[in-house]
């Protein structure tokens, strides 16, 4: 299954930059993952929210300026950014 990062654009998430975080992994892609904007992820207020498929790994609060090491380390490295994961589905 092809890897996808799905990057939340909905109401909640586009009030806290998501529109500038799709810019980010856009300005950032990696071969063979497709980024993938959707509507509400229903987790608001927890914005802006981003997913990775097929793993299904959260990412919270994510700033653009975050984003580079998300696919340095995540996508280019298979490593999660532990620190940066949403606790709600991510717990230790
Ligand atoms: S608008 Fe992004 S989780 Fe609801």
């Known amino acids: 299954m092809a890897k996808k990062v799905i990057i939340c654009q909905g109401r909640s998430c586009v009030k806290y930059d998501s529109d500038r ?3 980010a992994f856009r300005a950032n ?3 063979g993952v497709e980024i993938v904007p959707c509507g509400c ?3 608001c207020g927890n ?10 790994i959260w990412y919270d609060r994510v700033l653009p300026e975050e984003v580079p090491v998300i ?3 995540h996508l280019q490295r298979q490593r999660p950014v532990k620190k940066m994961l949403y606790p709600k589905f991510h717990r230790d």
């Open 41 to 43: 992820l229903g987790q």
């Open 71 to 73: 696919v340095k380390q």
């Open 21 to 23: 975080v799709l810019a």
């Open 29 to 31: 892609l990696v071969p």
């Open 47 to 56: 914005g802006p929210m981003v997913l990775v498929e097929p793993e299904q």
